[in-house]
Every structure is written in structure tokens, then in C-alpha cells.
């Protein structure tokens, strides 16, 4: 995994900071109440103390204060119990909720979508959403711990007041402190190296209780298979952290022993001064009150300190993200492309390969697409038309070569400028669970509440027969979301992504990565045909480039420029004759195989 990187904030601010952020009242109310709420308990203990002495002396007026001041502190701690856990949930739902929005803001931060492919980075996100709940329970562990912390403040004066040399019992809690600190750490380190493995479980999980593939799984009779692999990668991932577990055992344990040598020794201390007449009854009852509760304050000390430990390893894994999209964010550039081609779009010797791989998926690729063209890019399965449809569109950057816009080079530009500039539709198309309005107006934000525009972007993304069927129009609510949502076919969700992709009129590139994937051949050919024509008419505006991949090369026809793709390299360029008029070309080749399968 990536290292991480000099942290130039401290995680403990930064997880308190979600939690201020979320409900400052009551986090500041968790941190009043049960950072003071411990101390109620030794005044009890005290007071405790004045009621035997006092008993002893017959001092009726002392025992009666006492008493009285008991019953006042216990309603106190009692009564305001319940407000204070009703404070200190709002504060963790609340910070739960912030944690969330945080976290897919800084993913949403990454320019393009090559960090979200890098192993490492997806190994710190894959923890983070399991380690989440911490996130939200910073303010809550923080004041736990500055209770014990009073708590033991509290406690160490009182037992110095009484015997000074029993103030070594609370160092003997320091060895078990440092070796709960230290799992936690070695803990954090095994989750770490456990995230790969976890991914995959996660990811089989996803797939076998998905209803998307729940057809597939019985009919193939997959299931049991998927349930054994992800039983393995579960149980794997898990080893990896219970190994660590079971060998910070020891140290833990030795730590403790050497607490409760320590513990008995002083009991056998109090009862010897006791004997001796060197202190009175009270005094040994609390003593023996506060060595005993001791062994209680260390047991929650150990379990808050190890609960806040998990809290700020999870918080340094957001920093470690926070400041990896800052540096993400300012090594793109800063330029603002204009609203017209006048040129067009270069490539230059651009190559690609995947992050963590060596394996180059594009290498050696020059290519000039003019501007105001329709470009169809072919090619076999895997043979790299989709990584190039990604590297125009901003969303990786070459690892070799460059792309240039009207001469400015694209990596000057501004990714969220250029993205502004482009529309797009692709096969992994997403299924917005929104209104029809919002699903379609999502491709303009400015204008998704625009019914005029919505409305033709949906009749220019051959939806219309789509949308004129649904009980509430555009306001009809898609996907199974909602107890009233409509669930669309897989060719209909597809309708409504290209609907999406036209919400932008003249846009400066117009992707198409296998638009029409998931509709009926019959409609294909046609639909698509119709959406290419349509789109040159709009794009002439800004004299924009329409780039479409398809696997109906009779479509190619309409294109002014084919790209023929194989192996990662630019094998022909040219129009459909052109193409064709090559015997040997795999343009040709591809073209005649599928129209004899076709036929």
C-alpha cells in the first residue's frame, strides 16, 4: 500500500471537527456532561467516607449533610442521564452523516476516474467505508476518555490525600494503556493489509444478493460457488486481523497481571495501616472504594482509549485522502477551453496504462479528430476504444504522449472545464434513481428543471414512447428506490442515459461508448442512426467532435472519419469506402463477418 503521507493536521481535531460540525451543542453537551458525570461517583465515594466517620462520633448534623448531599448528587447523575445519551446520539448520527457527505466528496474531488482504478487509493476508501462508524463516534470517545482521564485525576488526589505511596497504583495502569495502544495500532496496520481481500468479499456480497444478477446465478447454478468464495475471501481478510489479534494477546495480558500484582498489594497495605490504628474507618472505606473501582476505571480506560485509537486511525485515513485529492486537484491545470472548436482535437504519441499495471493498453497513438466531425471508432472486444473514449474525455490522463485541444494541451486545462464541455453516454451507463425530470435533467444541471429541454432531450434519446407510458410523465419516479418508483428495462434505462447525454445542446465533444448496448437489435440500427444525425446538427454549433463506439459497424457509414482500433494502436483510418476498398484491412473484415451474421 501507499505510504501515507506527513499529516499537517492533527487527527484528533480533524475527527472532533465532524462532530462540531454536525451539532456543536450537543457535542459540546456529550463533552460537558460525560467528562463531569465520573466525578460524581468519587464524591459519593467521599461523602461515603464522611458518613462512617461521622457515624462513628455520633455527629448526627455531619451524617445528615452527608446523606443529604448523596441523594442530591445520585439525582443529578441519574436525572440527567437521559438527556445526556439523547444528546450524544443526535451528535453521532449527525457526525455519521457528515462523515458520509465528506467522504464522497473528496472521491468526488478526484479529477477523472484513473485514482479510482489505483489499487492503493481504493485499499484506503475500502477501509474507510468499513471503519466509517468511527468516524461518527470521535466526539463520543473523546469524552469517555476525558472522563476516565478526571475521573482518575480525581481519584489519584484523594488516595495521595490518604497514602501517598498509593499513588503508584494508577501508574501500574500505564503498561496495560501502552500495550492496548499498540494493538490498536498493529490492529489497524492488519485491517490495512486485510482491504484487498475485504474488497473482493464485499464485492461478491454485492453480486450475490444483487436482484441485477439474481437470474443469472440460479439459472447457471452459480451460487453455491459464489457464496464458497466469498466465505474464503471473507475468512482470509478476517485470519489476516485475528492472527494480530491473538499475538497482541500476550502483551496485553502480561501488562494486566502486573496491574493486578500491584492491586493486591495495596489493599494488603490499607488493612495493615488500618491494624495500626494510623487511619480511621472512614478513610478505609475509601480507600478500599477507590482501589477497587481501580480495576473498573482501568478496564473502561483500556476500552475508551482503544475506542478512540480506532477513531483516529480512521480519521488519519481521511486525511490521508483529504490531502491525496488536494494534491490531485492542483496537478490539473488551470486553463478554460472555448465554447468553439476551431481546430480540433490532437493526439501525439499518446500511451496508456492502467494504474499498477504494466500491461499498455494504448501505445504510440497519433490521431487528429477535426473539429465539427462525426468520428466512429471499431475495433475487437479489448482492443482499446474505450480507454481512448476516456482519455478525450478527461477522465484519464496518457502516461505518455499528450492530447492537445485546439493546440492548448489538455492536461493545462481546467478537468471540471472540460467535462463541461462534454456529454456523454456510456455502455456502464448509471441508473439515477430520480424523477424522470431529474434523471434526464441531471446531464444540465442548470436546465433539469427546464420541462422544454427535458423534453427534447428525450425525444432526441428516442425515449418519448418511453416516458409517454409512465403514470406520471416526467414526474413519474424511476427505479425501486421509491414504494411508488417504476422499474425500466435495461434497453429503457439506456433510453434515458442518452436522453441525458443530449441535455447539453452544443457540446465540444459528444461521447458514445456503445450507446445502444442494451436495446433490441431491430431498434438499434435505427435509434442510433438517428441520435448520430441528430447530434451533428446540434454540435455544429460549437463545432464539436461526435466520437462513438459501436459494435453495429453499419452505423460507421455515417461517420466522417473511421478509427480503427487493434491491440491498442490506430490500425486504418479513413471512411467507410475508403475502408472497404482494402482487401486485407480489418475494418473490412470485421464489416463482412457481421454482415453475414447479421444476415
Known amino acids: 500500500m501507499t505510504p501515507m503521507p506527513a499529516r499537517r493536521r492533527s487527527p484528533l481535531r480533524a475527527s472532533i471537527a465532524l462532530s462540531l460540525e454536525a451539532d456543536r451543542r450537543a457535542t459540546l453537551f456529550t463533552f460537558l456532561t460525560f467528562g463531569l458525570r465520573p466525578t460524581v461517583l468519587i464524591l459519593v465515594f467521599y461523602l461515603v467516607k464522611v458518613i462512617v466517620d461521622a457515624a462513628v462520633a455520633h455527629d448526627t448534623a455531619t451524617l445528615t449533610a452527608a446523606v443529604t448531599g448523596i441523594a442530591l448528587a445520585s439525582a443529578l447523575a441519574v436525572g440527567s442521564v437521559a438527556y445526556s445519551i439523547e444528546q450524544s446520539v443526535r451528535m453521532i448520527e449527525g457526525t455519521a452523516a457528515v462523515a458520509d457527505r465528506r467522504l464522497m466528496t473528496l472521491i468526488g474531488r478526484l479529477p477523472g476516474v484513473s485514482h479510482l482504478e489505483d489499487p492503493a487509493v481504493r485499499d484506503q476508501i475500502e477501509v474507510l467505508r468499513q471503519e466509517r462508524v468511527h468516524l461518527s463516534e470521535g466526539g463520543d470517545a473523546l469524552s469517555l476518555v476525558l472522563g476516565a482521564t478526571v475521573r482518575a485525576l480525581f481519584t489519584g488526589v484523594i488516595l495521595a490525600m490518604i497514602q501517598p505511596v498509593l499513588l503508584l497504583l494508577p501508574l501500574l495502569a500505564v503498561p496495560p494503556l501502552l500495550a492496548t495502544r499498540r494493538a490498536h495500532r498493529r490492529r489497524d496496520e492488519a485491517v490495512g493489509r486485510a482491504a484487498g481481500t475485504a474488497r473482493l468479499a464485499r ?277 425501486r428506490s421509491f414504494d411508488d418508483g417504476v422499474d425500466l428495462s435495461g434497453g429503457e434505462w439506456q433510453r434515458v442515459a442518452l436522453a441525458r447525454a443530449r ?72 471512411v467507410h469506402d475508403h475502408l472497404m476498398a482494402q482487401p486485407d484491412g480489418i475494418y473490412r473484415d470485421l464489416y463482412e463477418r457481421q454482415s453475414r451474421a447479421y444476415t
Not at 303 to 324: I, K, P, V
Not at 446 to 469: E, F, K, L, M, S
Not at 526 to 533: E, K
Open 203 to 479: 464485492h461478491l456480497l454485492a453480486v450475490g444478493s444483487s436482484p441485477a444478477a439474481a437470474k443469472e446465478l440460479r439459472l447457471s447454478g452459480l451460487g453455491p460457488q459464489l457464496r464458497a468464495r466469498h466465505a474464503a475471501a471473507a475468512e482470509e481478510a478476517d485470519r489476516t486481523v485475528t492472527r494480530t489479534v491473538w499475538s497482541n494477546l500476550v502483551a496485553t495480558s502480561a501488562a494486566s497481571t502486573l496491574f493486578a500484582v500491584g492491586y493486591c498489594a495495596a489493599l494488603f497495605l490499607v488493612l495493615y495501616r488500618f491494624d495500626q490504628g494510623q487511619v480511621s474507618l472512614g478513610d478505609v472505606v475509601l480507600t478500599l472504594a477507590l482501589v477497587t473501582s481501580v480495576s473498573t476505571q482501568l478496564s473502561q480506560a483500556v476500552q475508551f482509549f482503544g475506542f478512540l485509537q480506532q477513531t483516529l486511525a480512521a480519521s488519519r485515513r481521511l486525511l490521508w485522502l483529504e490531502e491525496y485529492a488536494e494534491r490531485a486537484a492542483r496537478d490539473g491545470g488551470g486553463a478554460v477551453p472555448a465554447a468553439r472548436l476551431t481546430d480540433g482535437v490532437r493526439l501525439d504519441g499518446v500511451g496508456f496504462r492502467y494504474p499498477g499495471s504494466d500491461t499498455w493498453v494504448l501505445k504510440d497513438v497519433d490521431l487528429a479528430l477535426p473539429a465539427g466531425s462525426v468520428v466512429a471508432v471499431v475495433g475487437a472486444n479489448g482492443a482499446g476504444k474505450s480507454t481512448l473514449i476516456k482519455l478525450l474525455a478527461g477522465l484519464h490522463r496518457p502516461t505518455s504522449g499528450r492530447i492537445t485541444v485546439d493546440g492548448t494541451d489538455l492536461a493545462t486545462v481546467d478537468p471540471d472545464a472540460w467535462h463541461l464541455r462534454t456529454s456523454a453516454c456510456f455502455q456502464d451507463f448509471s441508473r439515477l434513481e430520480f424523477s424522470v425530470r431529474h434523471s434526464v435533467g441531471a446531464g444540465s444541471l442548470p436546465h433539469a428543471d427546464d420541462d422544454t429541454r427535458v423534453a427534447r432531450a428525450v425525444d432526441q434519446g428516442g425515449a418519448a414512447d418511453i416516458v409517454a407510458g409512465l403514470p406520471g410523465g416526467l414526474g413519474t419516479r424511476l427505479g
Open 503 to 574: 441535455m447539453r445542446p452544443a457540446p465540444c465533444l459528444l461521447v458514445l461508448d456503445e450507446p445502444t448496448a442494451a436495446i433490441d437489435p431491430l431498434a438499434e440500427d435505427a435509434l442510433l442512426s438517428a441520435y448520430v444525425t441528430a447530434a451533428r446538427q446540434t454540435v455544429a454549433q460549437a463545432r464539436g467532435i461526435t466520437l462513438f463506439a459501436s459494435h453495429r459497424l453499419s452505423t460507421a457509414r455515417l461517420a466522417d472519419l473511421i478509427v480503427v482500433v487493434d491491440r491498442g494502436r490506430i490500425a486504418q483510418l479513413g
